[in-house]
C-alpha cells in the first residue's frame, strides 16, 4: 500500500487540524484497500463520501486560517496550497458521479495520483500551518480580518 500512515512526527501542533490529518489519512488507506481488490467504483463509493464530506469541511477551516497570513510573505504560497485543495475537491466530486477523472486509465491509477497530491499538500501543511502557529495566527477571528486577502478578490477555491 502507498498511502502514508498517521504517526505523531506528522502533528503540527493545531489539534483539530491534526486530528483531520489523521483521519483523511485513514480513510484514504481504507480507499486505497478496497480499491486493490476492486474495479467497480460503486463498492468504495461509501468511503469517498466520508472522505469528500471531511475533506471540503477541512480545505475550507485550513484556507480561512491560511488567509491569516501576512500575504506579502505567504500570498503565491497559500494561493498555490489553495489551489491543490481546489484539484483534490474537483477530483473527488467527479468520483462521486460514479466516474474516474479523466486522465486515468483505470481506479487505482486514479488513487494512487490522487493520494500522492494528497500527500505533498500535507507536506505543504508542514510549513504553512508551523508559520501559522509560529506567529499566532492559528485561531480563527473574525471573518473580516482576511476577507479581502485574495488580491483578485475572488472567493476562495472551497
Not at 460503486?42 to 501576512?70: N, S
Not at 460514479?98 to 494512487?112: A, T, Y
Not at 500522492?116 to 473580516?144: F, Q
Request: charged share 25%.
Amino acid at each position: 500500500m502507498r498511502t502514508m500512515v498517521w504517526s505523531e512526527h506528522f502533528a503540527l501542533g493545531h489539534d483539530r487540524i491534526d486530528r483531520e490529518h489523521r483521519r483523511l489519512l485513514e480513510l484514504s488507506a481504507q480507499i486505497e484497500a478496497r480499491a486493490e481488490t476492486t474495479t467497480d467504483l460503486d463498492d468504495i463509493l461509501p468511503l469517498c463520501r466520508d472522505f469528500f464530506r471531511l475533506l471540503v469541511a477541512h480545505c475550507f477551516y485550513e484556507e480561512q486560517l491560511l488567509r491569516k497570513l501576512p500575504r506579502d510573505r505567504f500570498g503565491s504560497h497559500v494561493d498555490e496550497h489553495c489551489r491543490g485543495h481546489a484539484r483534490l475537491i474537483k477530483q473527488a466530486q467527479t468520483v462521486l458521479t460514479g466516474q474516474v477523472p479523466s486522465g486515468f486509465e483505470s481506479l487505482q491509477g486514479f488513487f494512487g495520483a490522487y493520494f500522492e497530491l494528497m500527500h505533498d499538500l500535507l507536506v505543504d501543511d508542514t510549513e504553512l500551518v508551523g508559520s501559522l502557529i509560529r506567529e499566532g495566527y492559528h485561531r480563527l477571528g473574525a471573518p473580516e480580518v482576511y476577507a479581502n486577502w485574495r488580491p483578485d478578490g475572488a472567493a476562495s477555491p472551497v
